[in-house]
């Protein structure tokens, strides 16, 4: 049975690989009719829709899609029932490798996806801070949307199309709602966890890491996508820890100053008040625009640190993503 090599999205070589595993890649958007490949007897290397044995795929019809304002929905039933049956294999070394050789061949595509994305999410942060209840409502609602674009974007990239950094708009039109959902309800949670325990907060922020890149590549119902990652990542969910945590290092660092500089900043104040409860309640008031200035400068610090990381973090994430949910390499 004939057998093909084929470069992926994230320019390395693959194979030998069947001609039905390679459908099944086109099927799931990991290859596309500009993909190149060769057959084992092939010296040069050619475009997919150059083998006749391929071309048909790339012309079935597109896909219906729900009236307008649905989000259309995709049946992962199957897809689902295979991925929970096998052993998740999170490759640590080949998903922090993947951070920087994205962003060497992606450069230009990264630096144009990352700056939309940050100052989208730094005018929704920039509201939180000055426009009261309703400017942290939009920040908290909007993440989600802004995020997901930006994960399907580099998804997209890595796979091997074609995509502008724009694109990262694209969680406004694919599965809006279900990412606006996302992001809202995984943050909240995440954030009361933090409020009773900060142990089952972490557990829930690296267990939920995956929900926002699987309703958008998906197309998932938000709930379904939460629980899909968090019972798949349990199972790794201290590789995916360790991943995580190194991959966002320097806003681990940022997060540990900003407490350092808020602790002391309050311990400053209940200091001043004699150590006493009711009169450092009642002083506290008197120091608004200095607690105002201190916000505003860790906010802007946080973000200048979340634009450098993003750079990183968006390779490692999605690597992980296909290690977790795509399609087992042979």
Same mark, same amino acid.
């Given at each position: 049975m004939a057998t093909y090599y084929i470069i992926g999205g994230d320019t390395k070589e693959y194979g030998p690989i069947m001609a039905d595993d390679i459908r099944l890649w086109i099927a799931e958007g990991r290859l596309n009719?500009?993909?190149?490949?060769? %057959?084992?007897?092939?010296?040069?290397?050619?475009?997919?829709?150059?083998?006749?044995?391929?071309?048909?795929?790339?012309?079935?019809?597109?896909?219906? +899609?729900?009236?307008?304002?649905?989000?259309?929905?995709?049946?992962?039933?199957?897809?689902?029932?295979?991925?929970?049956?096998?052993?998740?294999?999170?490759?640590?070394?080949? !998903?922090?490798?993947? %951070?920087?050789?994205?962003?060497?061949?992606?450069?230009? +595509?990264?630096?144009?996806?990352?700056? &939309?994305?940050?100052? !989208?999410?730094?005018?929704?942060?920039?509201?939180?801070?000055?426009?009261?209840?309703?400017?942290?409502?939009?920040? &908290?609602?909007?993440?989600?949307?802004?995020?997901?674009? +930006?994960?399907?974007?580099?998804?997209?990239?890595?796979?091997?199309?074609?995509?502008?950094?724009?694109?990262?708009?694209?969680?406004?039109?694919?599965?809006?709602?279900?990412?606006?959902l996302a992001g809202l309800v995984s943050t909240l949670l995440t954030e009361i966890g933090v409020c009773f325990c900060i142990v089952p907060a972490i557990y829930l922020g690296v267990a939920w890491a995956f929900a926002l890149p699987l309703v958008a590549d998906k197309k998932m119902f938000f709930w379904s996508a939460m629980e899909l990652s968090r019972k798949v990542v349990t199972k790794v969910w201290f590789e995916a820890f360790a991943l995580i945590l190194i991959a966002l290092l320097p806003m681990v660092v940022f997060q540990v100053f900003n407490l350092a500089q808020t602790g002391s900043f309050f311990m400053g104040l209940y200091n001043e008040a004699g150590q006493n409860l009711q009169q450092f309640a009642k002083i506290l008031p008197e120091h608004n625009a200095e607690i105002r200035a201190l916000t505003v400068k860790l906010t802007l610090v946080g973000q200048a640190v979340l634009l450098v990381n993003l750079f990183y973090f968006a390779g490692v994430l999605i690597r992980a993503y296909e290690n977790l949910f795509g399609t087992r390499k042979p």
């Open positions: 009719a500009q993909s190149l490949a060769k %057959g084992e007897t092939d010296i040069s290397w050619r475009t997919l829709a150059s083998f006749p044995e391929f071309a048909s795929t790339f012309n079935q019809p597109p896909p219906t +899609f729900a009236p307008s304002g649905a989000t259309p929905q995709i049946d992962n039933t199957n897809w689902e029932g295979e991925l929970l049956a096998r052993t998740p294999e999170l490759k640590l070394g080949e !998903c922090l490798a993947a %951070g920087w050789s994205f962003l060497g061949a992606n450069t230009g +595509f990264l630096a144009g996806a990352v700056l &939309l994305t940050w100052l !989208c999410n730094l005018a929704f942060v920039a509201g939180s801070l000055y426009v009261p209840l309703l400017g942290p409502i939009a920040c &908290l609602s909007f993440y989600g949307v802004l995020m997901g674009g +930006f994960y399907l974007a580099c998804l997209r990239r890595m796979r091997g199309e074609t995509v502008a950094p724009t694109e990262v708009f694209s969680g406004f039109k694919v599965a809006f709602l279900q990412l606006l």
